[in-house]
């Protein structure tokens, strides 16, 4: 087996590759700190005041930290030899009350500070988990398709508690480690020239330790947050679909998975610490040699009679203290980089944009009539068409069953109908007026979609039902129960409407469900409604439960039925067969049985599947 070697043109071609990455990584990351930066500047433009006021509790904070070893070198200088030879106490005790003076306003100003800062994160969260709840509620379903519910749970919990905890703990330590490298730094300066040269050149290394340990570790917590949102997807999806996995033994692989995605998480995690273990030894080694030769050129200067003792105790206390702050932050930079990694995808969940606009002056719609009408509607997904060119009106009270083979077009037309999507061309409009420039309220007010899934949330019965009309009066909810037929079994529950449904409506069977999710509608009042595959999960006596309700809450409203079981389609005024998002077929249930096309095919296919 030959080995080429690389060719000059190789090389360059790789060089080449090599900078358009690079180019590519920085403008990515520019991007990353742009959004990310709106987004705390959003987040903090509220509490300009209160940020004002910790700025100004961290400067007297820190100049009165500064005062400690000024005023222990002022003792040992001035105050030790009036009493050693004058037996005079006023000068060492003026600077002892000075030092407990200093540290009561050290201590007031620290408590302030910690109190203000936890109050101002504790809201900041607060807003950042509200705005992330509502942008995640007004995202489209075909985003939440592609987003796993997993990364969702991700950007609400560990990342929220990365933000949380950076707040609560670090936030002191790294505003205090900067301010006191600076402060502590002139001080030096002012205290004695020659010596704080020797000291700043420490900083050398120390900026090129702390370049280095920023740019790994950043890396390293991006990577840490990426795999806890893996592992934490991993785990919402196993358990979220536990009777599949459970019913094709799936375990021992979904076991081996998440051992997989664990590992990966703790190798990223373990960097985070390999970096530390590096970092803080090596300001801690720096700062020791420092302290070390500015101990042996202060001496020698001390015994030359060029520089008091009490001037070079008090430089090396402040120089202590110059390294004690960069010992700090190297601490609380594993949760700075959470924090920061966290607030990234926080930011790039909140840049999403809306699939779905609100107008900014929306037409009102007070009282919905029901009539719909899509001109010259074109819609796909990606790179496939689903709605070539579709033309349809439905007058208002009428009911039109889609039917079709699976892809025909049918739930597209229901979604863009309740404005999930919008087309790519053309419009839908309800009562002449385009959906585009309808409120969201009105348009929720007016078209309502009920599925097969009849999602139940955790709670009563009565507050399932009272979900299509959120202050509804318990008269209203039974009321809604009664006309759809479920009152009869509602009161035969153990409390009755006040029994809990447990977790997704399990307690209920699945044609309860479906009952439970038409009296909501009903409630609700809709002008359109829509039903995707309502009946397709239930048994017949179920069906014939539930096809009585469908009697009573299709009166006097517009509705789309989308139905396999061509006994919920027989209900409707008018069906429309679909194929490749066009109609073919247009008529009465009856007429489009005895007319021998497609539809009467479907029929006769489904009678006989029923014997």
Known sequence: MSTRTPTPTDQGWRGVAAEKHDEVSASVSALLQ????????????????????????????????????????LGIDKGLPPLIDDQDAGPIVTVIVALLLATAIQMVSQRSFLVLTARIGQDVVLDLRRRVFDHFQRLSQAFHEEYTSGRVISRQTSDMDAISEFLADGVQAVVVAGLSIVTIGITMLLLDVPLALVGLTSFIPLVALTVWFRRESGKAYRSSREAVARVIVQFVETFGGLRAVQAFRREPRNEEIFLGLNEEYRLTTKRSFDLIAVYMPGIKLVGNLTIGVVLLFGGYRVMDGDLQIGVLTAFLLYLRRFFDPLQDLSQFFNSFQSATAALEKLAGVLDEPLSVQEPESARPLPKARGDLRLSGVQFGYRDRVVLPHLDLHVPAGQTVALVGRTGAGKTTIARLVGRVWDPVQGSVALDGIDLHDLGDADLHRAVVTVTQESFLFTGTVADNIAFGRPGATREQVEAAAREIGAHDFISRLPQGYDTDVAKRGGRLSAGQRQLVSFARAFLADPAVLVLDEATSSLDIPSERLVQQALRTILADRTAIIIAHRLSTVEIADRVLVLEAGRVVEDGTPSELVGGGGRYATLHRQWADSLV
């Open 34 to 73: 742009a959004r990310t930066s709106r987004l705390l500047k959003s987040v903090l433009r509220p509490h300009k005041r209160g940020i004002w006021l910790l700025v100004a509790l961290i400067v007297v904070q820190n100049l009165a930290a500064l005062a400690g070893p000024l005023l222990v070198g």
